[in-house]
């Protein structure tokens, strides 16, 4: 098992400005992820964060708007640049190891940008 | 592009009445798991099937794969309103991908 410690928790930020958000896992894991999940709704894959080199994005996310780190196999920040109110949503941190084996999440952090 | 549907995206049920959400992809897929999110949660892991056909209980809760490995199914009996949550499955694609994905998921309500 992963016990993962996301943080914030919350925020409320003003348009413009960015967020960063982070991901600490108590242990190695081969891979890391990040999602976003608007309220009532399921969650979409942003990125695959991989260590030492660039994330890997789906379809409709780019680097400039969701930079990721990942320095190390235990963290990983994820941020959200210059922000709207289409932002607003709960970001999501996700760890699992190499092979199909069951996901561990993160608390969330729900950002609200106004 | 590949897609996992959940039906129904809404269920209220009475205390002790049975509930079931069904998860269907339009790919094949290796294996499948079930999470539960909580209001206000993050989702947690419940199960993984991979064989075709394969059957697993939790308790009250029993977890289905279909035959052409393509949708899967969970059904709680009796609930109870711990059992409130949203149920999502999620789906690894025969295609060889790392990357799993989530079903639409299924609102579940219950009421004493």
């Known amino acids: 098992s992963a016990v993962i410690s996301q943080k914030p928790s919350r925020d409320i930020c003003q348009r413009g400005t960015s967020l960063t958000i982070q991901c600490q896992v108590d242990s190695q894991v081969t891979m890391m992820f990040w999602y976003r999940q608007q309220p009532g709704q399921s969650l979409t894959l942003i990125a695959t964060a991989n260590q030492g080199s660039e994330a890997t994005y789906e379809s409709g996310f780019v680097i400039d708007k969701f930079p990721i780190s990942r320095p190390n196999l235990t963290f990983s920040t994820l941020t959200v640049s210059n922000m709207s109110p289409e932002d607003s949503s709960i970001y999501l941190c996700?760890?699992?190891?190499?092979?199909?084996?069951?996901?561990?999440f993160g608390q969330g952090t729900r950002l609200t940008v106004v | 592009g590949q897609q996992v549907m959940q039906i129904p995206q809404y269920q209220h049920v009475q205390e002790g009445e049975d509930f079931t959400t069904y998860c269907n992809s339009s790919?094949?897929?290796?294996?499948i798991q079930w999470y539960k999110q909580r209001p206000g949660g993050h989702p947690v892991f419940l199960i993984q099937?991979?064989?075709?056909?394969e059957v697993k209980k939790q308790k009250r809760l029993t977890f289905q794969f279909g035959e052409a490995k393509k949708n899967s199914s969970l059904h709680i009996t009796a609930t109870q309103t711990t059992d409130v949550g949203t149920y999502f499955c999620?789906?690894?694609?025969?295609?060889?991908?790392?990357?799993?994905?989530f079903g639409t998921g299924t609102r579940l309500k219950v009421l004493a």
């Open positions: 996700s760890v699992r190891g190499r092979g199909n084996t069951e996901a561990f």
């Open positions: 790919t094949t897929l290796s294996n």
């Open positions: 999620a789906g690894f694609p025969t295609s060889g991908t790392y990357k799993y994905i």
């Open positions: 099937l991979v064989k075709s056909g």
